[in-house]
T-cell receptor, first 113, second 111 residues
């Protein structure tokens, strides 16, 4: 299984809502990533988890809260978002060491109204 | 100046043409990745290179470490190759798997 899955595919939420994005992989990868991608731009790294511990936070606003409950799952909890947070949110995973090659999920298209 | 520069930004080709996308970088790297992104989202890793040349089907990727340059070639292009192609590098001095991305090349192949 070389797949990273993300749910939901699309999400529309109001600025007062609380929602969560979910990412799952079963490749035994011990690094997992959240990226944000705006239209016609490359992905921007948000968070990295290594061995289920947060290792990189790219100064992301606290309205985004990541969680890694186990080595296969990664969540991104969303609260009080702004319209400018509308974007494609991509999850990726990679081995730690060796090739570090990242495997990306299909993304969640988020619209904040 | 971006650490990873791609050219061209946009490329339109006719089906069957040979296509080249270029990537130049200004930092020391441990690996370079070529990624493909179709409209609607998910990113697929095409190649990871640290030296030389790799081939997969109609795709060929080369890297020249001394010149800090990589190319992605597509032979006998097809409309299904239409996508954004992104060059990304893993910098030698940074930890683990953090990637620095180029801005991407939008490829359109017309039938």
């Amino acid at each position: 299984d070389t797949e990273v899955t993300q749910t939901p595919k699309h999400l529309v939420m109001g600025m007062t809502n609380k929602k969560s994005l979910k990412c799952e992989q079963h490749m035994g990868h011990r690094a997992m990533y959240w990226y944000k991608q705006k239209a016609k731009k490359p992905p921007e790294l948000m968070f990295v988890y290594s061995y289920e511990k947060l290792s990189i936070n790219e100064s992301v606003p606290s309205r985004f809260s990541p969680e890694c409950p186990n080595s296969s799952l990664l969540n991104l909890h969303l609260h009080a978002l702004q319209p400018e947070d509308s974007a494609l949110y991509l999850c990726a995973s990679s081995p730690l060491g060796g090739s570090y090659e990242q495997y990306f999920g299909p993304g969640t298209r988020l619209t904040v109204t | 100046k971006n650490e990873v520069e791609q050219s061209p930004q946009n490329l339109t080709a006719q089906e069957g043409e040979f296509i080249t996308i270029n990537c130049s970088y200004s930092v020391g790297i441990s690996a370079l990745h070529w990624l493909q992104q179709h409209p609607g989202g998910g990113i697929v890793s095409l190649f990871m290179l640290s030296s030389g040349k790799k081939k997969h089907g109609r795709l060929i990727a080369t890297i020249n470490i001394q010149e800090k340059h990589s190319s992605l070639h597509i032979t006998a292009s097809h409309p299904r190759d239409s996508a954004v192609y992104i060059c990304a590098v893993r910098r030698r001095e940074t930890s683990g798997s953090r990637l620095t991305f180029g801005e991407g090349t939008q490829l359109t192949v017309n039938p």
